[in-house]
């Protein structure tokens, strides 16, 4: 604990950090119309994630990269979660599909996810071309959130004006008249 009452970050495993940082970045999703609870209720979350550094961990998670050893149990670990086709030379395949994701430069949060999301979306063995497509994705929504994650503190000094407003809240059609 520190002086603050709030609780040092420590460092965030990849599997996690990209779901926590959604609750994390939460208040970006929250329209005008949000009723001011909410509003401080998200508020708090993001503003203790920020004071503690949890932020800073999140970032560090989901930028970093694969060791080679973490690469190859992941690929292994989705190549093993499926029956190999019939006349398909594993070996040939595994090599081409290392190849090409290493290529993709995707982090290990990207690339959990992404092998998450085959096992629980492929019946059969996903192709190369069904891997690249789900590592490229969760590659540009892990890269969104770091955007996000960054972009925090600037975030909460909006919604500590908000929460802090007496007034309500201006609708979408008040602020631009057309």
Known sequence: MTGTGLTPYRPVEGA????????VTGIWQMG???????VQARHAVAAAAVANGEVTALVAALEAKPTPKEFAVLLDNL???FAPRKDQNMQVFSKMLAMDVAGVGASRAALEAACKALRASCTFLPSIEEVLEAVK???????ARVRLL???PARIAAAEAVINSKDEL?????????
């Open 16 to 23: 996690v950090a990209l779901s926590r940082a959604l609750e």
């Open 32 to 38: 005008r119309e949000a009723p001011r609870e909410a």
């Open 79 to 81: 190549l093993g979660s």
């Open 137 to 143: 994705w969760q590659k540009q929504v892990c890269e």
């Open 150 to 152: 960054e972009r925090l």
């Open 170 to 178: 201006p609708t979408i059609s008040e602020e631009n008249p057309k």
